[in-house]
């Protein structure tokens, strides 16, 4: 994996606000870090939606970018909310499926600290190199 997508990654501003770590970084597979903050819940007292989506997605388009891409763009991406969480940790990864030159098929997977599924999604993304534009 790139390094500069590490730091561009552990730069980004809303990323730092919202407290993402990176939990592990290779080749084809991310693995992120979320520790839950009341902020982040909803009216039920629980992790709001748009929080597990942004980090799925976040998730997902770093495990393109861990391919030596510049850019990807999420085209499509579809969830499934399986469990809520109310506190502790929030873990995610990506996996890619299916590849071309120019998009990608990617799984992503949130779990909470006791390894429970809290979040399947799965989705396409366009993959960018610089010098191919």
């Not at 940790?89 to 499926?97: C, P, Q, V």
């Not at 299916?98 to 098929?105: E, Q």
């Amino acid at each position: 994996m790139n390094v500069d997508h590490k730091e561009a990654f552990e730069k980004s501003p809303f990323w730092n606000f919202v407290g993402l770590e990176l939990h592990e970084a290779n080749t084809g597979n991310v693995k992120l870090k979320l520790p839950i903050k009341e902020e982040f819940t909803n009216v039920r007292n629980t992790v709001h939606g748009g929080i597990l989506v942004s980090m799925v997605d976040t998730t997902m388009g770093f495990t393109c970018k861990s391919l030596d891409y510049d850019e990807v763009v999420t085209l499509q991406l579809n969830t499934n909310f399986i469990k809520s969480v109310s506190s502790g940790a929030l873990y995610s990864e990506g996996r890619i499926i299916s590849r071309t030159k120019s998009t990608a098929i990617v799984e992503g997977q949130i779990f909470d600290e006791e390894g429970d599924l809290v979040l399947h999604a799965n989705g396409s993304f366009k993959l960018i190199r610089k010098d191919s534009v």
